[in-house]
């Protein structure tokens, strides 16, 4: 397999490139694809009200760099067969949702962002905006700033809920078929994508996008998988008020999707950037 490298902070939608000695270079526009995942499992389903763990034998460890294409989790509301009413679960999926009509999961490099103007159009993303919603928790993301006088270098911020609390991302689920498989659990991947939408004033002088949240009061409703009028779905989404988020610059080590730890969502010493 080539290596892998990263070029974040511009502005054209999120694509991978094939690049020479079959390395490859994701390039991220809309938001930034890189956000950090470190709570434990047990934490998550006491903070989501989690009523069924929809993926038991399966445990992530912290992740402070997640990347398109890993493993993450979900929380999600569905049906059991037999049942009456939708239960609230957490499972694992990946990040780059693949739609059920794909011919292969490449596609998925590709849909890692859902921007909330087009989502409820967009073929890509409509039918599980009307039908699988779902949150995705983060301790925050990482969004990349131009360094002024230097256009070529980027200084990376880690943006974060300014109480310590989670950060629920609005997302999409999609249950993909491969058919090559027959009586294979391995047959059936589901994905996700990130709903975007314009950045808070505090936060768009970094980058002009940031994922939706959704506030607690408004996570049953989110979830209902009985909700398909994409017009009231919508209305779900509203903006995180100012002051809600907080960023602080962190080391250009997160640039590397092969670091991963704590230290990457450190404050730079005082005085160690001169953007803020």
């Known amino acids: 397999m080539g290596k892998a490298y990263w070029a974040c902070g511009t502005r054209s939608s999120a694509r991978l490139r094939g690049m020479r000695g079959g390395e490859q270079a994701w390039q991220c526009g809309g938001m930034c694809g890189r956000y950090a995942s470190a709570r434990k499992k047990h934490e998550l389903l006491e903070e989501f009200q989690v009523e069924q763990d929809g993926d038991p034998d399966k445990e992530l460890g912290a992740d402070y760099n997640v ?5 993450v989790y979900a929380v999600l509301s569905r049906v059991p067969d037999g049942a009456a009413r939708a239960v609230r679960q957490l499972r694992v999926v990946r990040w780059g949702l693949v739609p059920a009509w794909a011919k292969d999961p490449s596609i998925g490099s590709r849909l890692i962002n859902a921007r909330i103007e087009t989502v409820a159009e ?5 039918q599980a905006f ?7 928790p983060a301790d925050g993301y990482f969004e990349w700033m131009p360094v002024d006088g230097d256009k070529k270098k ?3 911020y880690f943006i974060h809920p300014a109480d310590g609390g989670v950060l629920a991302m609005a997302g999409l689920y999609e249950f993909w078929k491969d058919r090559s498989r027959d009586d294979d659990p391995l047959k059936w991947l589901v994905t996700c994508t990130v709903i975007t939408t314009d950045a808070e004033d505090g936060l768009g002088r970094i980058h002009d996008r ?3 949240m959704i506030e607690k009061e408004r996570w049953e409703e989110w979830l209902d998988p009985a909700l398909t009028d994409t017009a009231q779905a919508s209305r779900l989404l509203v903006p995180a008020e100012p002051g809600r988020l907080t960023a602080h610059p962190v080391s250009t080590d997160v640039n590397n999707v092969r670091n991963n730890g704590p230290d990457l969502i450190k404050p730079l010493p005082e005085g160690e950037t001169a953007l803020f």
């Open 210 to 212: 940031m994922p939706m």
């Open 67 to 71: 990347a398109p294409t890993k493993n």
């Open 154 to 156: 980027k200084q990376p």
């Open 130 to 136: 009307a039908r699988r919603r779902c949150l995705l």
């Open 122 to 126: 967009k073929p890509s993303y409509r």
